[in-house]
């Protein structure tokens, strides 16, 4: 199962930033927070990931609580084409696979 | 950089056919994936291949093959098509199996047995 949670869907006004939270209260240690999002009829598009400390790139900031507990992907500014299923993923840090956990997603539409 | 490339994009079956669906990475990457997605139910693990001469059952294998044919191919292979195997069909690749190391995605082969 998912070790996360996330609203089902969220709205962004064009050019804004978009905030998309995440709880992860059971995380391990040694666990990764990774981001991906899916374009409808597409792959899952990799964003971004991180351990502990404040991630950023050419995509968007990863913002992730000193007790690990939840984290926050900031897309800068919106566009229409950042409307997608965002995925936040704990990366089981025990399994064998390397395989990754998708849960339902946070569905975010951006507007004009 | 095609990165990963599926094939074919679309595919109908019958029940009962068998194809193989092609995965191709030009990442350099050891570890590749194959997933389902079906409405509701997120992606699911099938198989996997660590690297070059190795593959694993994931969460949901039967029904399926695999093949690692080369470092840069990995090929699922439907014997007997059934209905419940309609899904779409993603293949991913990583460096390793490494947790700090992301997966990267093609576009998918959308499978519609009948």
């Known amino acids: 199962d998912a070790k996360t949670t996330q609203p089902t869907s969220m709205d962004c006004a064009e050019g804004r930033a978009a905030n998309l939270p995440c709880n992860h209260s059971t995380i391990s240690g040694n666990e990764y927070v990774y981001w991906y999002r899916q374009i409808h009829s597409q792959g899952p598009q990799y964003i971004i990931h991180g351990l502990k400390n404040n991630e950023t790139n050419e995509m968007a900031s990863l913002i992730i609580t000193e007790d690990r507990k939840s984290s926050t992907l900031i897309l800068p500014h919106a566009t229409l084409r950042d409307t997608a299923v965002y995925y936040c993923?704990?990366?089981?840090?025990?399994?064998?696979?390397?395989?990754?956990?998708f849960g339902q997603g946070t569905t975010l539409q951006v507007k004009p | 950089n095609a990165g990963v490339t599926q094939t074919p994009k679309f595919q109908v079956l019958k029940t009962g056919q068998s194809m193989t669906l092609q995965c191709a990475q030009d990442m350099n990457h050891n570890s590749m994936y194959w997933y389902r997605q079906d409405p509701g139910m997120g992606l699911r693990l099938i198989y996997y291949?660590?690297?070059?001469?190795?593959?694993d059952k994931g969460e949901v294998p039967n029904g399926y093959n695999v093949s690692r044919l080369n470092k840069r191919e990995f090929s699922l292979r439907l014997e007997s098509a059934a209905p419940s195997q309609t899904s779409v069909y993603f293949c991913?690749?990583?460096?390793?199996?490494?947790?700090?190391?992301?997966?990267?995605f093609g576009d998918g082969t959308r499978l519609s047995i009948l």
């Open positions: 993923i704990v990366r089981d840090g025990s399994s064998n696979t390397g395989k990754l956990i």
């Open positions: 991913a690749t990583g460096r390793d199996r490494a947790w700090d190391q992301p997966q990267h």
């Open positions: 291949s660590a690297s070059e001469g190795t593959t």
